[in-house]
């Protein structure tokens, strides 16, 4: 599949319809998940055959992308059970297989090698301290080949430290820096759109 | 939920040391047609806990697959992939409970969807 045709196809999907702010709801764009997971597959070979979990996954997107693109077996857990109905229904209107999974991610349980591939846009952490590393811990416990995820470049230096150190990550790198529009979606939000600096990350567990 | 996820979910209650696998219990089971893919199967067949498969295949009531691991070379066999892809792949929990084999908790399976969510005391 080309990375435009990919694009095309999560553009056309449903998001949350009432985002919640404790959960730091926000779609990820077409744009930063088509090129997240192209690359995961052509420049790695990450996705095809593979079994891969969507952390966080809400409407599906990353998750969705990862199924397009020849993942055999794909899992999205997230917290809130609306956005995995949203979810469950943008698969089938793609036509694809996605298993779900209603959980906490951080008290995900399970057991075994069998998830290769672990792809997430977590909660950047602005509303709960620290959320993304969280996701990150459990992550790279979970993954027996490789991470990708998004974090805001602004905490790229602490990120790779905490990884390495920390975390069972053998290695960690910043495949590019995207630009993130987060659009107006809470009343807080005074500006009508803003752009974040994002590190799009692989990394490999030990 | 299909089997294979099942085959991976574990209990994470607080103070449970095996909490695999969860016990099934079926009120709704559909069958989804895949496409079989007999390398991602032979992959599979290496990191899988085959007694639990055959058990919850059987609560979902497909009783093929061999009571006892076999060995790998039964993996040349088409008769035997197709079997194991239908129980793997293609067998659906769609509504029902996963019970954690050690306190006995039940957590829903709805619309084919289980919740895995715990609660306060038991994180």
């Not at chain 1, 951080?106 to 069998?114: E, T």
């Not at chain 2, 909490?19 to 599979?44: D, S």
């Amino acid at each position: 599949m080309k990375l435009k045709q990919l694009e095309g196809l999560l553009g056309s999907l449903e998001q949350f319809s009432h985002p919640k702010i404790e959960l730091e709801q926000y779609p990820t764009g077409h744009h930063i998940a088509s090129r997240m997971l192209f690359s995961a597959e052509n420049s790695f070979g990450d996705i095809g055959d593979k079994v891969v979990a969507d952390f966080g996954c809400g409407c599906g997107t990353l998750g969705l992308a990862a199924a397009l693109l020849g993942a055999e077996h794909v899992i999205g857990v997230d917290i809130d059970v609306e956005s995995l109905a949203v979810a469950s229904a943008n698969a089938e209107d793609l036509e694809v297989d996605m298993e779900f999974v209603q959980c906490d991610v951080r008290n995900f349980g399970w057991r075994g090698q069998i998830i290769d591939t672990v792809v997430m846009n977590p909660p950047f952490g602005t509303r709960r301290k620290g959320a993304d590393m969280d996701f990150l811990s459990v992550a790279l416990k979970v993954a027996s080949q490789a991470v990708y995820s998004l974090h805001k470049t602004s905490t790229r230096d602490y990120v790779k430290r905490t990884v390495l150190r920390d975390y069972n990550a053998s290695s960690a790198e910043v495949i590019c820096e995207l630009r993130y529009d987060v659009p107006k979606l809470y009343k807080f939000h005074k500006k009508k759109e803003v752009d974040i600096a994002v590190d799009l990350w692989r990394f490999v567990p030990k | 939920m299909k089997l294979l996820t099942h085959n991976m979910l574990s209990s994470n209650i607080k103070g449970v040391t095996n909490g695999f696998p969860l016990k099934i219990e079926a009120e709704k089971i559909i069958e989804r047609p895949v496409e079989i893919n007999p390398v991602f199967l032979k992959n599979m067949f290496a990191k899988l806990e085959w007694k639990p498969l055959v058990e919850a295949s059987r609560t979902m009531g497909f009783s093929e697959l061999p009571e006892d691991v076999p060995d790998m070379s039964v993996l040349d066999s088409d008769e035997f992939l197709q079997k194991f892809h239908h129980a793997l792949l293609e067998i659906h929990l769609e509504e029902g409970a996963l019970v954690c084999p050690e306190t006995g908790r039940k957590f829903p399976v709805q619309k084919g969807i289980p919740n895995m969510m715990l609660h306060e005391d038991e994180v």
